[in-house]
């Protein structure tokens, strides 16, 4: 049976959340970790609305779309402005690889099962 819960199939399940959470949050850098959480947030509600379909390659894009948009909020939130942005760090540019992988190794396991 395994360790996820019954109603796995309309839930969002990120795998790495713990791993890529923690470690930018170890790091300290918040505005990372604070994204990262504000839209693994997004993507559970909109699955459990039916918003979206779940699909085991959504935290793998919520991992991107991580990558990409806190630079962004950590530059508004710094300088007001956007002349301010640094590049993701190697440590955050890694957790987002591991989580991508991840999300696909997932995808193609559930894609084998139901053949």
């Known amino acids: 049976m395994g360790y996820k819960s019954p ?4 839930n969002y399940n990120d795998d790495a959340f713990g791993l890529v959470f ?5 790091e300290g850098n918040v505005d990372f970790a604070g994204t ?3 839209l693994s947030a997004i993507g559970a509600i909109s699955i459990s609305r039916g918003i979206l379909q779940k699909d085991d390659r959504l935290p793998g894009v ?3 779309f991580t990558l990409l948009l806190a630079p962004i909020v950590s530059s508004i939130r710094l ?3 956007l002349d301010n942005m640094s590049l993701p760090t190697t440590v955050e540019f890694g957790l987002v690889i591991i989580s991508v992988v991840w999300s696909f190794v ?7 099962s139901i053949r």
């Open 79 to 81: 300088t007001g402005s």
């Open 62 to 64: 919520v991992a991107v």
């Open 106 to 112: 997932n995808w193609k396991q559930q894609e084998e």
């Open 7 to 10: 109603d796995e199939k309309n």
């Open 36 to 38: 990262f959480l504000v």
């Open 22 to 26: 923690l470690a930018s949050a170890f």
